[in-house]
């Protein structure tokens, strides 16, 4: 499953993904944004993974926060948009 979102003053956040018995698996986030230090980007993908496919953007948010180190530093890119990109990947018709 593949998701896209275009984060406003941002950049473009991407999500690749499958789905194994109700939960998140294989996540790669990817896209023109910049993170520091170099693991948040694992970290994020570990975040994710494993996460219930039918869990709201608002918990998806939350969960890619919980799991970012804690100095980094996000541009062009936040939780919420990682959130609305795995949402577009659930759930291509809503888009």
């Not at 570990?46 to 953007?57: N, S, V």
């Not at 804690?70 to 577009?88: F, Q, W």
């Amino acid at each position: 499953m593949h998701g896209e979102y275009k984060m406003p003053g941002g950049k473009l956040v991407v999500v690749d993904l499958d789905v194994r018995d109700g939960r998140l698996a294989h996540v790669r986030l990817s896209g023109d944004f910049f993170l520091e230090p170099d693991e948040a980007l694992r970290a994020i993908d570990r975040a994710l993974e494993g996460q219930p496919a039918d869990t709201g953007e608002h918990a998806l948010a939350e969960a890619v926060r919980r799991g970012l180190p804690a100095d980094t530093l996000m541009y062009g890119i936040s939780p919420e948009a990682v959130a609305v990109a795995v949402h577009r990947a659930l759930r291509p018709e809503t888009a």
